[in-house]
């Protein structure tokens, strides 16, 4: 993780905030085409996402502009209450005049790697192109969380996914989680202009502070980007 910047923010609220004016911004700064972005999962975002689909934001997002993906996702049936596009769905993107052809969503219908080779047609055919090489940067926004053990995304300390090229691919999943996974893999978040982790809460602190120090045992610590990486954590994840 080269040249990350760090914004720390009062509490989870302002970071939720923060999220929500850069992905504003973003869309905005975007002078042709659709603003891609790849939705981080976990508990975190939860609120960023009721904030885009409250009064506050749902009028100031060019929801006609974005094209939504996610970074990667348990491998649970659609609609189960621990996929990360249950949540995204059902605080987010129900609520919001986002047409549905902009949403791609994983399938989570058969094996992981079936599933996953399915999703990178699908981000090929968004990119209407069938190499991805075309569409890069892959994605103008990557959101990422960071795990307790490090992790980002599904690229958790010891598995193979850490070495994959390819864009996507389906991961076991290991004893610390539950479920499989598919997964967006470094080359792909690589593929960005801008990388925001979001990092609240104390148990981050100890984390938070191996990323930033850029901890190579860290799989989060070895996220890149073509473009820029923002950390966004609030006080108590900065141990301030
Ligand atoms: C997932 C996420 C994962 C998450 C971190 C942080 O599917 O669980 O993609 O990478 O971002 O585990 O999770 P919290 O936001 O719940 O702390």
New binding site residues.
């Given amino acids: 993780i080269r040249n990350a910047s760090l914004e720390t923010l009062a509490d989870s609220e302002a970071v939720a905030l923060r999220m929500a004016e850069l992905l504003v911004e973003g869309i905005q700064a975007k002078a042709d085409g659709l603003y891609r972005v790849a939705l981080?999962?976990?508990?975190?975002?939860k609120r960023l996402f009721e904030l885009l689909a409250s009064d506050a934001f749902r009028n100031r997002v060019a929801w006609d502009r974005l094209q939504v993906f996610y970074?990667?996702?348990?491998h649970v049936e659609l609609g189960h209450p621990d996929g990360?596009q249950t949540v995204a769905q059902s605080v987010l993107l129900r609520h919001v005049p986002i047409p549905a052809e902009n949403i791609f969503p994983i399938p989570t219908g058969a094996t992981v790697t079936a599933d996953a080779a399915v999703y990178e047609k699908a981000l090929k055919a968004a990119y209407g192109s069938d190499e991805l090489e075309k569409g890069r940067p892959l994605f103008d926004l990557v959101m990422?969380?960071?795990?307790?053990d490090g992790?980002?995304?599904?690229l958790f300390p010891g598995q193979p996914v850490l070495h994959e090229v390819k864009a996507w691919v389906g991961t076991a999943a290991p004893e610390t989680?539950p479920y499989e996974?598919v997964t967006l893999t470094y080359p792909a978040i690589a593929s960005s202009a801008l990388v925001v982790f979001?990092v609240t809460?104390a148990?981050?602190i100890e984390m938070l502070e191996r990323l930033r120090a850029g901890d190579q045992e860290l799989p989060s610590a070895r996220v890149t980007s073509e473009g820029r990486i923002v950390i966004l954590a609030d006080r108590a994840a900065a141990g301030a």
């Fill in positions: 981080s999962g976990g508990s975190t975002p970074g990667d996702e348990r990360n990422l969380g960071l795990g307790t992790h980002t995304a599904s989680v996974r979001l809460g148990s981050k």
